[in-house]
């Protein structure tokens, strides 16, 4: 059966994150090494694009690059930034068609200069898109997030730019890198670990948080709208009771 019927398309999560985690495991389970796996992760983020795009998703994440994965050996980290350009490139046609906004965070002067430069064209070139808007976290780190954004609020404060006392939420939220996205409501994160991982901490403080053993290379529209009937499923209070929500 079509799992679409089972979504009630007035209550979808505005804002999906998705840690796209097994691509190692899924490409060893083959006997291949572990860039086949990220080569085959692009299935998986086309498929989940065009189906929150088909459920009136707004946003799309990806933690595609996290800052410690510099840490990772240099083949793999020069495998996935060749995969990051080419596939931005192959992809703009259909970002065109579907349209899809691309939109990056993280700290983007880390990453090499042709991946900069294709990055900024792509977002260029879609940002009239209004279907979905597709972030991709690249060398990003929520810690790192929350750092810059008081950073950059106390300078403004020691410029006499901003009153401390009119500093709220919304103050810190215009200071992240998601300053134009609504906060997340659901998190998917693939391949069984039951982690955070430095993603999106502020922005997921009401999030859903949703774990599938599905490696990511794997995953597929119907996986995405399990996640999404799931979501739909839970009750959120954000605080309140039960009573209080139902009234
Ligand atoms: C986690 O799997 C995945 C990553 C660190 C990279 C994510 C990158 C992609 C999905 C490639 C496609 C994306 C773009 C933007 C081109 P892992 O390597 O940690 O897997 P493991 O836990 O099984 O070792």
Same mark, same amino acid.
């Given at each position: 059966?079509?799992? #679409?019927?089972? &979504?009630?398309?007035?209550?979808?999560? #505005?804002? $999906?994150? =998705?840690?796209?985690?097994?691509?190692?495991?899924?490409?060893?389970?083959?006997?291949?090494?572990? &860039?086949?796996?990220?080569?085959?992760?692009?299935?998986? $983020?086309?498929?989940?694009?065009?189906?929150?795009?088909? $459920?009136?998703?707004?946003?799309?994440?990806?933690?595609?690059?996290?800052?410690?994965?510099?840490?990772?050996?240099?083949?793999?980290?020069?495998?996935?930034?060749?995969?990051?350009?080419?596939?931005?490139? #192959?992809?703009?046609?259909?970002?065109?068609?579907?349209?899809?906004?691309?939109?990056?965070?993280?700290?983007?002067?880390?990453?090499?200069?042709?991946?900069?430069?294709?990055?900024?064209?792509? &977002?260029?070139?879609?940002?009239?898109?209004?279907?979905?808007?597709?972030?991709?976290?690249?060398?990003?780190?929520?810690?790192? !997030?929350?750092?810059?954004?008081?950073?950059?609020?106390?300078?403004? $404060?020691?410029?006499?730019?901003?009153?401390?006392?009119?500093?709220?939420?919304?103050?810190?939220?215009?200071?992240?890198?998601?300053?134009?996205?609504?906060?997340?409501?659901?998190?998917?994160?693939?391949?069984? !670990?039951?982690? =955070?991982?430095?993603?999106?901490?502020?922005?997921?403080?009401?999030?859903?948080?949703?774990?599938?053993?599905?490696?990511?290379?794997?995953?597929?529209?119907?996986?995405?709208?399990?996640?999404?009937? !799931?979501?739909?499923?839970?009750?959120?209070?954000?605080?309140?009771?039960?009573?209080? &929500?139902?009234?």
């Amino acid at each position: 059966m079509d799992k #679409k019927l089972n &979504i009630d398309l007035q209550k979808t999560p #505005k804002h $999906v994150a =998705i840690i796209m985690d097994g691509n190692g495991r899924w490409a060893k389970g083959k006997g291949m090494n572990r &860039i086949f796996g990220h080569r085959n992760a692009l299935t998986a $983020v086309r498929e989940c694009v065009k189906s929150a795009s088909q $459920v009136n998703v707004k946003a799309i994440t990806l933690y595609a690059f996290s800052t410690e994965n510099w840490n990772r050996p240099k083949l793999e980290v020069d495998a996935l930034m060749s995969l990051l350009i080419n596939s931005l490139k #192959k992809e703009l046609p259909e970002f065109m068609n579907q349209g899809v906004q691309v939109n990056s965070i993280g700290c983007l002067d880390s990453l090499p200069n042709k991946a900069q430069k294709v990055l900024k064209d792509v &977002i260029l070139e879609t940002k009239n898109n209004k279907e979905i808007v597709l972030t991709f976290a690249l060398s990003y780190g929520a810690r790192e !997030e929350i750092v810059n954004a008081i950073k950059n609020i106390s300078k403004k $404060v020691v410029n006499k730019e901003l009153n401390l006392e009119k500093i709220d939420e919304n103050t810190i939220n215009n200071h992240l890198y998601t300053f134009n996205l609504p906060d997340v409501d659901l998190m998917i994160r693939t391949s069984g !670990e039951q982690r =955070i991982s430095n993603f999106l901490l502020w922005q997921m403080a009401y999030a859903e948080l949703y774990f599938t053993d599905v490696l990511w290379p794997d995953f597929r529209q119907e996986h995405f709208y399990d996640a999404i009937i !799931e979501y739909q499923n839970r009750e959120r209070r954000f605080g309140k009771t039960s009573e209080q &929500i139902t009234e």
